[in-house]
């Protein structure tokens, strides 16, 4: 991992922000893929099951992947549960009783937003701190995320056609 950041402290610094925030938001989409895993009943469950156990798996290496980033930044990566979950962006429901559908939207919509996201970071990664290696990384986590997100629009079938494409500026 390398990055032009690590020798620039302004820059270093609201990076290393931005990093933390989207470890925030992508901790709050790993721990609610996982209780949809446990919670999700009715017809399609084995089959939805398994669709979050593949993303709470992808968002476990997400997770790992964006702490290194921090430290690479020569930053501490947050551990502590509720820094984490205070820090999120993104919000979410938990799975208990939740119908199937509507733990697909949540996570598609927790996908949107993170994707969105990322577009912004490193948009501002590329342009504003002049860090390519960086603003490269970020766009490989959102291709992740936009990934998971067609995953959970295609279990959803066609009503979320007419809310798409959410737009990346904010």
Request: aromatic share 6%; charged share 25%; glycine share 6%.
């Amino acid at each position: 991992m390398k990055t032009n950041l690590t020798s620039g402290n302004d820059g270093r610094q609201e990076m290393g922000r931005k990093l933390q925030l989207l470890l925030a938001d992508e901790y709050r989409l790993y721990k609610i893929t996982h209780d949809y895993h446990w919670n999700v009943t009715g017809p399609d469950d084995h089959a939805l099951r398994l669709l979050f156990q593949l993303q709470h798996e992808e968002a476990a290496g997400g997770v790992d992947d964006i702490a290194e980033w921090i430290r690479v930044l020569h930053l501490g990566a947050p551990i502590n549960w509720t820094e984490l979950r205070e820090s999120a962006r993104c919000s979410t429901v938990s799975g208990v009783g939740l119908p199937a559908q509507s733990m697909l939207a949540e996570l598609l919509r927790s996908h949107e937003e993170i994707i969105a996201q990322l577009h912004a970071d490193s948009t501002v990664c590329l342009h504003e701190l002049g860090d390519a290696s960086m603003a490269a990384h970020l766009t490989e986590l959102r291709e992740r995320q936009e990934s998971a997100a067609w995953m959970v629009r295609a279990q959803l079938g066609a009503t979320w056609e007419k809310n798409w494409p959410i737009p990346l500026s904010a």
